[in-house]
């Protein structure tokens, strides 16, 4: 549990990456509480990936730093900073000549443990997956049931935050709300602290607690949906925001 005193979840102070001549991430700073559900959305090639692949470590800033629960994720340990940091990323990668149990297992058994089949029942239930599917292989799911073993895996090692790259961009519609439910009930149920990249600006609305919107390496809002959709945020996110306004605007039109 955490009290007043905690540190938050993450913060990045003046964090800054820059490839080449593109500013990638221009010193950001900002703290994200323990327990919320926080969006980062933004055009492409805005710097959502690279903000969320500095928390992991699978970018490493200029400067600035980035502290995980107080810690600076440099000189964190590195196997303590991987089971407290579950990533999902589009395309989940998951090992074609594994089993899903293995897959799901893989974080545990690199260091050493190994998950129970009860653990690998319950986390794939976790995702609305009979355990019948931990003996298949990754050939035999359908892209959508992948993306759940995608979070399955991520969640194996009892994360207290969760890193989401597009997790649902490959996904149908239908799947993809289904799944987006799931993750945001599982984020509530395991007191997870979640970020999520997306380009979908309803997904965030829907989902997050708190909107992020960068623009060329900034964060040029950081709102909460209800004020988003209120009219605050300044001109690129009302931008976004107009997408799925103007959308549900067309939808309610065809139907009058
Ligand atoms: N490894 C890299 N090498 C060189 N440039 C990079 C690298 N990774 C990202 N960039 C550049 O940094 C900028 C930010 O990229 P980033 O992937 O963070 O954006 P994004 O908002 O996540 O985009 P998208 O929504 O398209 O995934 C872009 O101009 C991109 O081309």
Redesign the pocket.
Known sequence: MTDASSPPALSFRETRKI??D?V?VDSISLDIADHSFVALV??????????LKTINRLVEPDSGSVLLEGEDVRTAFAPELRRKIGYVFQGIGLFPHLSVAENIGIGPRIAGAKLPSGRIAELLEGVDLDESYASRMPHELSGGQRQRIGVARALAADPHVLLMD?PFGALDPITRDALGNRVRALHERLGLTTVM?T?DMAEALLLADRVLV?DSGNIVADNTPKELLAGEGGDIAQGLVSVPRDQAKALAALAS
């Open positions: 490839f080449a593109v990638a933004g055009q492409s090639g805005s710097g959502k990936s690279t903000l597009e990249v380009h960068m």
